[in-house]
């Protein structure tokens, strides 16, 4: 089924999870064990990414199959298309078609590891519009699109510590805007950990006149290194309160995860205040934050989480 406005019209509040694809076999399949006891809480969907340049294409899509016709839960598969012949990107699309998926957030992609541009392939894509544009004239309303925004901006346009400037901020909206006229159902956003940020973004959107839902991608922070690393490479502004809160424990790993819980709880409750209805968790491929956020909005039942997840024991001093 497609993903349609998540939640839309029913008043409640739903969520989604996302994934990516394991190195190992092993960590496939303890993926699929964890993915499994998520899924159980009902997610509206859960999603898998697309290697930089079609890199784990393969297994990509057994996973995406696997989610959808073995775990059970409609599956959103990421597609880029830079980097990747037309050929290619009408097999993934195929081979979904043909395994019931009915989702695709369809992206542009990051040059490959080691390379500092993306390059075009010759008669391929320059940008996800061109996907978008694609998926609709080839297979017409079979599939769901959604597209990603960016509530700072795209991190190409984004100079220094003061952000986009205001030209390169509409330009980039007016270009999502072009996403959606092109046919995409549904934005998800890149994370940010300034909310207000976000609350503009979805401000800004409406003002130009997009009007498909646009969900809010949290990324919960699990572990210093790896928060700096990916706010670093997005270009994301950090609120100075959170470096204060974060500068202290850095070393402290469970204080780590216990804050990015604590925190994420707080960005979301500030954003379902704001009446957005649909929530979309950046895992990790990791359930504890993502589990313990939801349950403390009261999104999902306690009962219906595993007594032996060593979380569960009272230790975090920052759960509301
Ligand atoms: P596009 O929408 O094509 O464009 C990116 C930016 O470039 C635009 O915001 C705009 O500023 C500019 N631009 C491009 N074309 C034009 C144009 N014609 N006119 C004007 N401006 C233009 N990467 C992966 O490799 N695999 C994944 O699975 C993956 N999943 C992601 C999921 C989400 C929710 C998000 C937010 C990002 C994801 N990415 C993934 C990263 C993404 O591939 C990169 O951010 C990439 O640099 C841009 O992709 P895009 O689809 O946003 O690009």
Redesign the pocket.
Known sequence: EKIRAAGEGEGRTVFSFEYFPPKTEEGVENLFERMDRMVAHNPTFCDI????GGSTADLTLDIANRMQNMICVETMM?L?CTNMPVEKINHALDTIKTNGIQNV??????PPHGQDKFVQVAGGF????DLVQHIRAKYGDYFGIT????PE?????IQGEGGATLEAYS??LA??KR?VDAGADLI???LFYDTDIFLKFVNDCRQIGITCPIVP?IMPINNYKGFLRMTGFCKTRIPPEITAALEPIKDNEEAVKAYGIHLGTEMCKKILAHGIKTLHLYTLNMEKSALAILMNLGLIEESKISRSLPWRRPTNVFRA
């Open positions: 990414t697309w290697g930089a990421h880029t957030l369809a992206l542009r992609g990051d320059a940008c996800a519009l597209v990603a925004g960016y901006a795209h991190p190409d346009v330009n980039d270009y999502l996403k998800i956003t890149q991608g």
